[in-house]
C-alpha cells in the first residue's frame, strides 16, 4: 500500500512540474487580451512587426508608417482572415476592426488592433470558440500569449496559443445560480463526450474490470459482484484522480503547457491498451485509474479557462462541469457494463481484449506522433502514405510491431519470474 501511495505522489508531482505559474509576455511574442459582455467579445492585439513581415511580407506595415490605402486594406483582411470568433454551435461572429496603428512596446515595433465580434442574433458569449493564427500559420515557433480583462480591469492568463493549437474554446458562468449550474453541467457532459481520448482510456480500464491476473495471464473473476466492486473501484480512482487535478489547475494560479499534457494523454491510452493486451505487473489499474486520472484533469481544465474571477463563479463552475464529466462516465458504464461481463465469461473475450488493446495502442500512437511533431489535428495519415500498399505494409508493421512488444514483455515477465521463484 505504501508503495503504491508513494507511486501516485511521484506521479502527482511530477504531473505539477508540467504547470507554471504564469505566463510572461517575452518580446517578438504575439499578445491577446479580450473581454466579453453577453453580446460582443472585444480583442485587443497586439504582433511584433519583425514577425509579421515573415509571415506576411506583403503587407509592408513598417514601424511609424501611417496605416492608409492598400496597406490598410490588406492587413485588415489579414487579420480577419487569421483571427476569427464563433459561437459554440460554430455560427461565426460578427467582425469590425475599430483601430489600427503601429506602436512601441517593450522598445518593440508592434501592430496594435482592436477587433470587435458581435454575436449571431439568438446566441451569448457564455460559451464561444476563439481562434487565432497571425504569424503562427507561417512561423512555428510563434507564441500568442491570451489573457481576458474583466470589468474591473482585472487580467486573467488563459493560454498560450502555438502552432497546432491557435484556438480555445471559451465559458463563461451565466447569472443566476440555476442556469451557471446548469450551464456548465452541460459543458463537462460536451467536453468529455467529444474527448475520444478520455473515452478510450476508461474504456481499455473497463474491460480489465471483469478480469485478474494470475500466473501473468488475464483470466476472469469468479462473480458478477467482484467485477461490479471492480469496475466501481475504477471509475472511483479514475474520478478521484482527474478531480484532484481540474480543481488544483482552476482554484490556483497554475497553468499547464497543452502540448506536454495532451501527449501524456495520449501516453496513458498507450499504457492501458498495452496493459489490456498483457498484464503490467508492475502498474495494478486502480494506480493506473488514479495515476493517469491526475493528467486527465489537467486536459478537462482546458474547457475551463475564461469563466469567472470570483471564487464562488470558479466553485460553481467546477460543481458543474465535473457533474457533467461524471454523468457521462456513469452512462458509459452502465452501457458497456452487462457486455462485459457476460463476454468475459467465453474465450471470444480475449479476442476482444486483445483487438480493442491492439487498435486504442496504434490510435495512441498516432495522437503522440500528431501532439509532439505538430501534425495537423485534422491530417489525413494516409496522405503520407498515397498508395494501398504503403498503407496495408505499414498497418501490417505496427502490428508486428505491437506483438513483438508484447511477446517481449511476456518474455521479460517470465523470465523474472522464472529467477524468482525458481521450480523446486
Known sequence: MFKRISMLVVLLLCTLGVARTGHAHPASASAISLQADERNVVLEVQLPLDQLAIAAPQLSVTDGSPLAGETLRMTAAYLAQHISVSSGADQPYALSIDQMRTAEREGEPYLLARLSFAAPVATSTYVYKLRADPVLHKVRSHRIYLRKTSSDGQLQDLDVLHFQHDNLLITQVPPGWGKGFGHMLLTGAKHIAEGADHLLFLLCLLISAPLMVQAGRWQPRAGVRESLVRMAAIVTAFTLGHCTTLALSVLTPLQADSRTVEILVAM?????????????????????????????????????????????????????????????????????????????????????????????????????????????????????????????????????????????????????????????
Open 268 to 424: 496513458s491510452v498507450l499504457i492501458a491498451a498495452i496493459n489490456l493486451i498483457t498484464p503490467l505487473m508492475l502498474l495494478d489499474t486502480l494506480l493506473m485509474a488514479a495515476g493517469f486520472g491526475l493528467i486527465h484533469g489537467v486536459a478537462f481544465a482546458s474547457a475551463l479557462q475564461g469563466f469567472g474571477f470570483d471564487l464562488n463563479s470558479r466553485l460553481l463552475a467546477l460543481a458543474g462541469f465535473n457533474l457533467g464529466i461524471e454523468l457521462v462516465q456513469l452512462v458509459l458504464v452502465l452501457a458497456f457494463l452487462p457486455g462485459l461481463i457476460f463476454l468475459s465469461r467465453y474465450a471470444l473475450y480475449r479476442y476482444v481484449r486483445f483487438g480493442v488493446g491492439m487498435v486504442a495502442g496504434i490510435v495512441a500512437l498516432i495522437w503522440m506522433a500528431q501532439r509532439a511533431f505538430d501534425w495537423p489535428a485534422g491530417m489525413d495519415i494516409g496522405a503520407l502514405l498515397p498508395t494501398p500498399e504503403l498503407r496495408y505494409g505499414v498497418a501490417m508493421l505496427s502490428m508486428l510491431t505491437g506483438l513483438g512488444i508484447v511477446g517481449l514483455i511476456r518474455q521479460w515477465r517470465q523470465g523474472n519470474e522464472l529467477k524468482n521463484y525458481p521450480a523446486e
